[in-house]
């Protein structure tokens, strides 16, 4: 499958600041997924798009499908010491049948 | 209810051994994935199956077997295991729209 480039590879914020983090790819996908892992668990889907130029939130958690189609971006608002984890970006093309991942963003925290 | 389960969560074993990990989920979705996450955290599938059938089959070592008795369930037996099989394997599912719903993985230590 075709990896993505995920940026920033690693971040260490302080509570309460915002975070970004974005996707690229060289290829056009149908759907944008972004998901987060915390230390010892699977990958969880926290937000799904599905047409370029789409944005939606969950919660304090606000994603875009790039006009392009060939990125996405991640925000997280007012960062709280629960959001440690990696998140990582996911692209389905036309194949339909697997994701291709970013290397995911490392996030930390600190109260 | 877990979704996607799978067994052992942790498994430390032999090199030259040969080992099972088993995944069952309840979510009745058509499609099932083996993916390997290694020490730098990337995630890369290895084998995916559509109603018991073989669809997705990376470039991966042929002492890797994948077993799909029922769409519920996707087996990965791993034969003279190797000290570079280490990694977390994670089972996923996901229906036609291809969003992936994952278990908690299996850690593998071969020793």
């Known amino acids: 499958g075709q990896q993505l480039n995920q940026s920033p590879q690693s971040m260490f914020i302080q509570e309460g600041e915002d975070v970004s983090m974005n996707c690229t790819s060289s290829?056009?996908?149908?759907?944008w997924l972004w998901y987060k892992q915390e230390p010892g668990e699977g990958p969880v889907l926290l937000i799904a798009l599905y047409k370029a130029g789409e944005l939606t939130s969950n919660g304090r958690l606000t994603a875009q499908f790039g006009i392009t189609r060939k990125d996405s971006f991640l925000n997280i608002s007012a960062s709280i010491p629960s959001d440690v984890g990696i998140y990582f970006c996911a692209g389905l093309g036309n194949s339909g049948y697997a994701l291709n991942f970013g290397k995911g963003t490392s996030l930390l925290v600190t109260p | 209810d877990t979704a996607v389960s799978q067994t052992p969560k942790y498994l430390v074993t032999q090199m030259g051994n040969d080992k099972s990990i088993k995944c069952e989920q309840n979510?009745?979705?058509?499609?099932m994935y083996w993916y390997k996450q290694d020490s730098k955290k990337f995630l890369k599938i290895m084998f995916s199956?559509?109603?018991?059938?073989?669809?997705i089959n990376e470039t991966v070592p042929n002492r890797f077997s994948p077993k799909s008795p029922d769409k519920a369930h996707l087996n990965l037996h791993i034969n003279s295991l190797e000290l570079g099989d280490s990694a977390v394997y994670f089972c996923?599912?996901?229906?036609?729209?291809?969003?992936?719903?994952f278990g908690e993985g299996s850690w593998l230590t071969v020793v």
């Open positions: 199956y559509n109603n018991k059938e073989l669809i």
């Open positions: 979510l009745g979705h058509d499609t």
């Open positions: 290829s056009i996908f149908n759907t």
């Open positions: 996923a599912s996901s229906q036609m729209d291809g969003v992936l719903y």
